[in-house]
């Protein structure tokens, strides 16, 4: 009866170490995975070398650019999507047109206004000119490029 006891308690622990080892090797495994999941920057890393960082790409394409005030008469090329606002302030109006084309000075009337507001969106490469019915004449327009992108 002993020598049944002992070998029954044998098998029991073989079958403890085979779970044992088993455990083992899942642990392995899973200890390997922590460590790949544990190094996320290393993807995000080359994938930002192989396309170049947000920011440049951003930058280059003229995404964050400030909106700035335009002069009247004045021929401007766009570099990037973006909407001229010419409007009336006060004192002298005048005739406005928004011209826009692929040449400087710009050709394509867009839209025209005396007194109010005008707007057009400008295409990247494209120039684009607030015109006066009489170039240098003092008017109460004003003109402001927004870029959109």
């Known amino acids: 009866m002993v020598g049944s006891r002992d070998e029954a308690l ?12 088993q455990l083992a090797g899942l642990l392995g495994k899973l200890t390997e995975d922590v460590e790949r999941h544990a190094r996320p920057a290393e993807p995000a890393e080359r994938a930002e070398s192989a396309l170049g960082s947000p920011a440049g790409r951003a930058a280059a394409a003229g ?15 766009a570099r990037t999507f973006g909407y001229v606002s010419v409007y009336f302030v006060t ?59």
């Open 91 to 149: 004192g002298r109006t005048a005739r406005v047109r928004l011209l826009v084309g692929p040449q400087s000075p710009p050709t394509t009337v867009v839209g025209h206004v005396a007194d109010g507001h005008l707007g057009g969106v400008v295409r990247p490469g494209e120039f684009w000119m607030a015109a006066t019915h009489k170039p240098g004449l003092r008017t109460g327009f004003e003109c402001v490029f927004t870029p959109l992108f």
């Open 10 to 21: 044998h098998a029991r622990v073989r079958e403890l170490e085979g779970r044992v080892e």
């Open 63 to 77: 995404i964050g650019e400030p909106r700035f005030p335009a002069a009247l008469d004045t021929v401007y090329q």
